[in-house]
């Protein structure tokens, strides 16, 4: 389609959420404080709501409505992120705010909840599960057992899970089953924060937007991908929930498989929830599953020193703090090409990114001079936190005498050339869901695909006894990481 003028100002698209009530299981946690009610203040604040939403919390502590707004107009002030607290808008925001306390075992809370919703006059309702995974199944259960949770003429009812979605490919499964006996696959959506992490949707606008990238975006040019996921922090008093899950399942399976997914995808036919899907869908499911014998030479595990004594933690824990794997696209795309993945906690410093790769020049025309390169692969690194942004690596003449090359760097910040503040990833995704935009959100088969793929790690990791702990703190992870680069010639970029 010819373009009549390219540097026209693209065309603004609003959306509109409608007349609705959003249900928070799980009110008085950390997610609803830190993260859950920031986002949607911020988005009335934005007036991207409607002026009157009703916001439903409930968990088990004995709050009145007052209690309950009072405390979340201090998690608002202190968690709001590069943004202003203003208390008048508070105000008008506060008076959506409503609190119903229960057990969520017990099927009067759910009565109370319906009610609540019929005295609102409420028929849109967003359920939002942030409660302790194992209870999700029964809440959506009960919902259902008072007849909530199926979009009608009158309304939609929808549910967004939070993460993990089951704790394995069998539990997952079941998980899903309980879930679709009240709600209709189209009505459930599961989170997954970093695909509504700005610079992670800009992966898409990069790759498809412009027509230059894309046609390098293969083994013919690509040597090798990283994808980091650093922090500095440690487990900061998850203790008992981390040594759970490890680091393999909150962080690879779900965040850092959908940014592979999300880097190696087809291009889908549209721009619409299911084509995007079908397409991560399809990535993740060639993924080349480990065999058991691969499982050691492809995949690491590390925990750092000291985890063993923080708060909850079990002194003997086997659980990785640190996880690095290797993968494979079986694919025209990618075949043959390494996708380097890890993450850690107690790492140098946090920094989320993919590197690119690309092959060196194929014939070294320069010779080396002193100080001087001659060689030196092409780099691209999406950086998704923090100082957002996207940089080449080429080189160049080092001003002077003689042919003497240096690596230099074309640099994308995404904060100085748009000079505005971008939402957070909540609510980016909250809007959505209230929108009924499932684009970036993962689809059932998505979540089984990754579990897929991680299974034979999970399985060989529980079965292996580890000399943990196997790395410093500020340090880079274990140095079986590097090995597993080094076996191919490559090595982590560290910096
Ligand atoms: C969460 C993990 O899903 O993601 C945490 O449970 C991790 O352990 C967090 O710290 C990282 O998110 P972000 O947005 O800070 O990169």
Redesign the pocket.
């Known amino acids: 389609m010819a373009d009549s003028n390219p540097f026209a100002d693209p065309l603004r698209f609003e959306r509109q959420v409608p007349e609705c009530a959003i249900v928070i299981f799980g009110a008085n946690g950390d997610l609803t404080k830190r993260k859950l009610i920031p986002a949607l203040y911020r988005l009335a604040y934005e007036r991207r709501l409607p002026a009157t939403v009703s916001i439903l919390g409930t968990s088990r502590t004995p709050l009145n409505d007052d209690e309950f707004r009072s405390k979340m107009h201090d998690s608002v002030k202190q968690f709001l992120e590069d943004s202003p607290f203003d208390e008048e808008r508070w105000d008008g925001f506060a008076k959506g705010l409503y609190y119903v306390a229960g057990d969520l075992s017990d099927p009067a809370l759910y009565s109370s909840i319906k009610d609540k919703l019929t005295a609102l006059g409420r028929t849109n309702v967003l359920y939002y599960l942030s409660t302790q995974p194992s209870y999700y199944g029964e809440v959506v259960e009960r919902l259902g057992a008072v007849g909530l949770g199926r979009s009608t003429a009158e309304g939609w009812q929808r549910v967004v899970v939070e993460?993990p979605f089951g704790h394995d490919l069998k539990s997952a499964r079941e998980l899903n089953e309980r879930i679709h006996r009240v709600f209709d696959e189209a009505d459930v959506y599961r989170i997954d924060?970093?695909l509504g992490?700005e610079t992670v949707q800009n992966i898409l606008a990069f790759r498809f937007g412009n027509g230059i990238f894309e046609p390098l975006w293969n083994r013919r040019y690509i040597n090798h991908v990283q994808i980091t996921?650093a922090?500095s922090?440690g487990v900061e008093g998850?203790g008992a929930y981390?040594q759970e899950a490890g680091a393999v399942r909150?962080?690879i399976q779900n965040?850092l498989l959908q940014v592979m997914a999300t880097i190696a995808m087809e291009p889908p036919a549209e721009y619409e929830p299911d084509a995007v899907r079908d397409e991560r869908a399809k990535l993740l499911r060639s993924i080349r599953i480990l065999s058991p014998e691969e499982v050691p030479l492809y995949a690491v595990a590390g925990q750092y020193g000291g985890f063993r004594h923080e708060p909850g933690v079990d002194p003997a824990t086997q659980a990785p703090t640190y996880a690095a794997a290797t993968f494979y696209i079986d694919n025209w795309r990618w075949a043959g090409i390494p996708f380097y993945i890890r993450s850690g906690k107690r790492l140098p410093k946090r920094t989320?990114e993919i590197a690119i790769q690309y092959n060196t020049a194929p014939h070294a025309l320069f010779t080396p001079d002193a100080g001087g390169v001659t060689m030196r692969p092409n780099l691209l690194i999406l950086r998704i936190?923090p100082e957002e942004g996207i940089s080449l690596r080429f080189l160049s003449k080092q001003p002077g005498s003689g042919m003497r090359l240096r690596p230099v760097s074309m640099d994308f910040n995404y904060g100085s050339s748009f000079g505005e503040r971008s939402p957070t990833?909540y609510e980016t995704l909250l809007e959505d869901a209230l929108t009924g935009d499932a684009t970036l959100y993962t689809r059932q088969d998505m979540v089984e695909a990754s579990w897929r793929v991680v299974s034979p790690i999970l399985e060989d990791w529980a079965n292996r006894k580890f000399e943990f702990p196997n790395y410093e703190p500020g340090t880079w992870g274990p140095a079986a990481a590097d090995e597993m680069l080094a076996r191919q010639a490559h090595v982590w970029r560290n910096s």
């Open positions: 993460k924060h970093y992490k996921a922090e922090i998850r981390y909150d962080m965040h989320t936190q990833a």
